[in-house]
Each structure stands twice: as C-alpha cells, then as structure tokens.
C-alpha cells in the first residue's frame, strides 16, 4: 500500500453507508427494538424470528471477498489457537490501552460508559469477536468469523447513528461529544484498531518470546485484512505485509495519538476488569500480572500517555509473589511455555489464573442482551458541535 495515503483527512470523516444506512433504516422503523432484535438474528444462534427490511440484503451484500486464500487464514488462525493464552494478555494489557491512545476512540467510550461502568460487558464482548475470528475454519460463507464481523459492522453503525442522533433529552451527568477527532468510529480509527488486533498482537508475541515463522506473520496480517473488509474498511488502507502493518500503526499513533482528559479513567476501568476475573485464592497475582504485561508489551511512552504507573518495586513483587506461581502454572500447562523466557511465562500464567466467575456472568446478564445494549449507549450519548 501506499503509506501516504493515510494522510488524507478524509479518513475521519469516512464512515460506512452499507451498514449506517441499514442502522438507519431499522431504526426508523422499529426503533432500538428492532436494531436489537437485527443483532440477535446476526449472532451465533439466531432466533426464529422474522428479519427487518434490509438486513437479508445486507447479510447478502457483506459477504467473503472474492479470491480469499483460505488456507492463509487457516494457518493463522491454527497459530492462534495454539498460543491463544497470549491473545487474552494482549487484549488487555496492549491491544485495548493502544486503542485509547487515540482520542476520539477514547471519547467515544468514556460518552457511553463502555469502559468504565460496563468495561467487563464491553471487554467480553471485544474478545469474544477476536477470537471468533480466529476460530479454525477460515472466514467463509457459513464461519463463525464472518458471523461475528457482520454483527460487530452493524454494531458499529448503531453507534454512529446514535451519536449522530442523540436522544432528546440525556442524563446530566453524560459526557459532551466533540467532533474535534472526526466522525465516530471513522476509517481511520477503524483500520487502527485493526491493526491492534493484527500487528500489535503479534508484536506482543515477539516480545512474549513467541516469534512465528514469516509465513505464519504474514498470515496473521493476511487475515486480519480480510476480516478488516468484511468491517467495512476501504482496502486502500489495509496493508500488504507485516512491515507495513506495523508502519501504518506507527504513522496513525505518531500523528494523532494524544490523552484526553478522561484517558486515566479508562485504564482504571480496565484494570478493575481484569482483577474481576481472577479466581479469589489467585486475585493477589491479578494487579502483579497486569502490570508486569503492561511494563513489558507497551513502551514506555505509550505507558506515559495512557497514565500507566506501576506500583512500587514491582520487579521485586514479581520475584517474590509472581514466580513461584508461574513455576506451578509452566510445570502443569502447555509444555511449550517451559521452553520460553521468563516474560512468555506471563501469558502462561493468564491461561493458569485468569477465570471469569460465573458471578459476575450473572450480575452482568445483559452482555448478549442486544435491546438493553443498544438503549445503554442512547441514554448515554448526547451531542454538541466543537466551538
């Protein structure tokens, strides 16, 4: 690809008309009902039910782009799985804080409280799509890929048109949209986030210890980019190789990176996350983890700019309490991690502790609720032109 093509300032204000266009249109006609009922009908097990006008042509329209080397997404997506331990550290502790480096993408959640009163909802749910994505299979016609990347495009474009059409009248306390950064979740901040889950993941693998052949880099990138125009992304912005990928991630960091105000909140809420879904005789470990992650997958300018500050003789406690722990976890689970350095350890030790608590499935019993989703980000999000 051309790099320089991501200088265009039209980029923040692209959007997507095939999927806007349809959140639009069930919108109108049914309202958030019928945009939550839509997303039920897209996800992994739909109901009986009958479709909105639009939605079997747009299930139609965002299909497998023509020519997909599906054994180049089968190989990637076999790698994943193998190390699928590092996915979950990434996610957490590299590819979200990266994501709220840049600040319409960080306004936009702390608007809608999706990372920081709803962080583990919205967290589940991120995951949930990069690793349907990865599930062996290939994205084809009947995938859980494809499934996935459809509902997430539409989600997508729910959420720009509520930003765009704000509700009345909204609670006091709701946070002022500016339209300083560009429309919401634009092409730019769109084929970013992308690249969180492609280059950044397997940047967090090299320094994990885990460094896949070529192939299986270029791979990872290739599939990445298929998944990237099922979402809508203009492929003039998807990259060719792994060199590239991590050239366009640099040159969007470089030139529009920068903390909001409200930056710090949304790693609170993200470290809060985390800490929840660690088994109570294992929550000690939970803040020595994360941070130990953070220290070792984000530079130290990133840690700077997301407010990032470790405590206290962290190296000391990861002696002490960490360690140990991981012997345990190295001994009793995949036998590749013994062979590794000791920072690939930590991904091993997200696969021993990290557990999500059938607690807090119950409490938060509105993740796949479509209908009270949708109507969560509307009482939230109200709007005012930039002065």
């Known amino acids: 690809m051309n790099l320089a093509?991501?200088?265009d300032k039209r980029w923040t204000d692209m959007m997507d008309p095939v999927a806007d266009d349809l959140a639009a249109a069930i919108i109108k006609n049914g309202g958030l009902e019928a945009l939550g009922h839509a997303l039920d009908l897209l996800s992994n097990?739909?109901?009986?039910?009958?479709w909105p006008d639009g939605l079997r042509a747009y299930v139609d329209c965002v299909g497998v782009p023509d020519g997909v080397d599906q054994a180049r997404i089968n190989m990637a997506?076999?790698?994943?799985?193998?190390?699928?331990a590092i996915g979950t550290?990434?996610?957490?502790?590299?590819?979200?804080?990266?994501?709220?480096?840049?600040?319409?993408?960080?306004?936009?959640l702390l608007i809608s409280h999706q990372l920081t009163d709803h962080a583990t909802r919205r967290i589940r749910m991120t995951g949930q799509m990069l690793f349907d994505v990865m599930t062996p299979g290939g994205i084809t016609g009947s995938?859980?890929?494809?499934r996935s990347l459809r509902r997430t495009r539409l989600v997508h474009a729910a959420l720009r048109w509520m930003r765009l059409n704000p509700a009345p009248s909204a609670p006091r306390q709701a946070l002022v949209w500016s339209d300083q950064f560009g429309q919401p979740i634009?092409?730019?901040e769109l084929v970013y986030t992308l690249m969180t889950f492609s280059h950044v993941v397997l940047r967090s693998a090299a320094r994990l210890g885990v460094v896949p052949d070529r192939e299986k880099s270029e791979a990872y990138i290739y599939a990445w980019n298929v998944a990237g125009r099922v979402l809508g992304i203009d492929p003039l912005l998807l990259p060719d190789t792994r060199a590239e990928a991590e050239l366009l991630f640099e040159r969007i960091k470089t030139t529009h990176a920068r903390p909001i105000e409200g930056t710090p909140f949304l790693i609170t809420a993200l470290v809060a996350s985390w800490r929840r879904q660690f088994a109570t005789h294992h929550f000690p470990l939970s803040e020595i983890l994360i941070q130990s992650l953070f220290d070792t997958l984000l530079t130290p300018a990133t840690r700077e700019m997301l407010s990032v500050t470790p405590p206290p003789h962290l190296q000391e406690e990861v002696s002490r309490v960490l360690m140990p722990a991981l012997e345990l976890a190295v001994r009793t689970s995949d036998e590749g991690f013994r062979l590794l350095p000791p920072t690939a350890h930590?991904?091993?030790a997200v696969n021993e502790f990290f557990a999500?608590?059938?607690?807090?499935?119950?409490?938060d019993d509105s993740l796949y609720n479509s209908e009270r989703h949708m109507r969560a980000w509307a009482d939230q999000v109200r709007t005012v032109k930039a002065e």
């Open 89 to 108: 550290a990434t996610l957490y502790s590299a590819s979200l804080p990266e994501t709220y480096c840049l600040p319409g993408i960080a306004q936009l």
């Open 77 to 84: 997506q076999e790698w994943f799985t193998t190390w699928s």
């Open 346 to 348: 930590l991904a091993a």
């Open 143 to 146: 995938s859980l890929a494809l």
């Open 45 to 50: 097990e739909p109901p009986d039910k009958p």
């Open 186 to 188: 634009n092409q730019l």
């Open 5 to 7: 093509v991501i200088d």
């Open 356 to 363: 999500v608590r059938e607690t807090d499935r119950a409490e």
